[in-house]
């Protein structure tokens, strides 16, 4: 079936540094995939979306970057900051509803 | 506020009660979804509704467990006779259809004493 999985659990930057947050997939039919940034205590937010006719996506401070040949996703934020601290999680699904991973915690050290 | 709103935000209850949840999705939203997230893992899909038609339910959702949206607008969880394995937060999204981001709410806190 199909799985959705991050390669690391754990992710400490410097403040200012960027981040880069790797997601695994392995149905290759998955299509559209979307990134979340959850708070602690709060629902995941929705960050950036793509799709699967698209190898990178930008939005303010981060860039989605898909490889289908091996099967892979990642969520890139410039210059991170403080705030974006939290658990990200990368989530696939057009037709199906979102298929979820455990997510990494990013810390950001000051 | 114009986002997806869950209520209550936290539940206490007793084993063998049942509880009720309320989500009210975005506005003009047809597709409507319930998760469930345990400490440290992503959320697990429960059920969604495209309007008022329940179209997928997951393993996961035992008979104890029924979702509704009468209206196609705000949609109901109930938890029957609740045991301590169903404390977990309950989360709801909602999305304009297929191939659209789905929105969460800040989610309802459920614990069973």
């Known amino acids: 079936g199909e799985s959705v999985g991050l390669h690391l659990p754990t992710l400490s930057v410097q403040e200012g540094d960027n981040s880069i947050i790797n997601c695994a997939y392995s149905n290759s039919a998955s299509d559209y995939f979307i990134w979340y940034k959850q708070e602690s205590g709060k629902g995941p937010q929705f960050i950036i979306d793509i799709r699967s006719n698209m190898d990178k996506r930008q939005g303010q401070r981060v860039t989605v970057l898909l490889n289908k040949t091996v099967k892979h996703l990642s969520l890139q934020i410039a210059a991170t900051q403080p705030g974006d601290s939290a658990v990200y999680f990368c989530?696939?699904?057009?037709?199906?509803?979102?298929?979820f991973g455990k997510g990494t915690r990013l810390s950001v050290i000051a | 506020d114009t986002g997806v709103s869950q209520d209550p935000r936290h539940k206490i209850t007793k084993r063998g009660q049942n509880v009720t949840f309320r989500c009210d999705p975005i506005s003009e939203h047809n597709r409507l979804y319930w998760y469930r997230q345990t400490l440290g893992q992503g959320p697990e899909f429960l059920t969604y509704?495209?309007?008022?038609?329940?179209?997928?339910k997951s393993r996961l959702l035992s008979d104890r467990f029924s979702a509704e949206r009468p209206k196609g607008s705000f949609s109901t969880l109930e938890i029957q006779r609740t045991e301590q394995g169903d404390s977990a937060m309950y989360l709801c999204a909602s999305s304009l259809g297929v191939g659209t981001g789905a929105f969460f709410g800040q989610g309802t806190r459920l614990t069973v004493v």
């Open positions: 509704f495209q309007n008022e038609a329940q179209l997928e």
């Open positions: 989530a696939e699904g057009l037709n199906t509803p979102l298929v």
